[in-house]
Each structure stands twice: as structure tokens, then as C-alpha cells.
């Protein structure tokens, strides 16, 4: 069983910064792929990032060269640095994870934090 807990989310001007994260519980964390997702309101639930057991990241496009995914298992945790923000960033975010390997999916991962809330305005 993994548990996984948000934070870092909040209320930023469109060109600013926040870095979110994601702590997981149980010892096989550097065994998982963790993948970040956001969902806006009427939309369905989104890939943003991934990184998986190697440190290996995956983006979408979207955010590619704005956002940075990295994890420390040293602390059971993985981050998502979000820069250049834009008011279409909004939506709350999920970190999700699965075993070893990124999926673009949301149906492939099978353990799911409860979201932090990202507001971006113009």
C-alpha cells in the first residue's frame, strides 16, 4: 500500500513559480515511476509529468521547458517545479505513482494523492 500527499500549491500571478510535492509512504518508493497529473474543472484528469525509477523524466508538451520533475528517495519524495506559470496552468494536481516506468494514462497508475489546488491569474 503507497499513501501520497500533495502540497505546495496555491495562488501565483501568471509568470511566476511554485514547486509542488509529493510524500509518499512504504520502502519501495525508488522502485516506482511517479507520474504528476492536473485536472481543471470540466476537464478531464491530464498528464503534466512523469519521472521513473532511474530519474528518467517525461513531459508534455505544454509544459516542456517550463515545469522540471525530479524525486529524492533518500526522502520518499518527488517534485514538480513549476515556472512560467500561465493562467491555463490552473487546475488541481495529482501525483500518482506506478511501478518503474512512466504511463501518459491516469488508468495506469494505481496509487493517487488527493490534490493540491493551483490557481494561476493574469
Known amino acids: 500500500q503507497v499513501q501520497l500527499v500533495e502540497s505546495g500549491g496555491g495562488l501565483v500571478q501568471a509568470g511566476g513559480s511554485l514547486r509542488l510535492s509529493c510524500a509518499a509512504s512504504g520502502r519501495t518508493f525508488s522502485t516506482y515511476a511517479m507520474g504528476w497529473f492536473c485536472q481543471a474543472p470540466g476537464k478531464e484528469r491530464e498528464f503534466v509529468a512523469g519521472i521513473d525509477w532511474s530519474g528518467s523524466p517525461t513531459y508534455s508538451d505544454s509544459v516542456k521547458g517550463r515545469f522540471t520533475i525530479s524525486r529524492y528517495n533518500a526522502k520518499n519524495t518527488v517534485y514538480l517545479q513549476m515556472n512560467s506559470l500561465k493562467p491555463e496552468d490552473t487546475a488541481v494536481y495529482y501525483c500518482?505513482?506506478?511501478?518503474?516506468?512512466?504511463?501518459?494514462?491516469?488508468?495506469?497508475?494505481?496509487?493517487w494523492g488527493q490534490g493540491t489546488q493551483v490557481t494561476v491569474t493574469s
Open positions: 500518482a505513482s506506478r511501478p518503474l516506468v512512466v504511463a501518459t494514462s491516469p488508468a495506469d497508475y494505481g496509487y
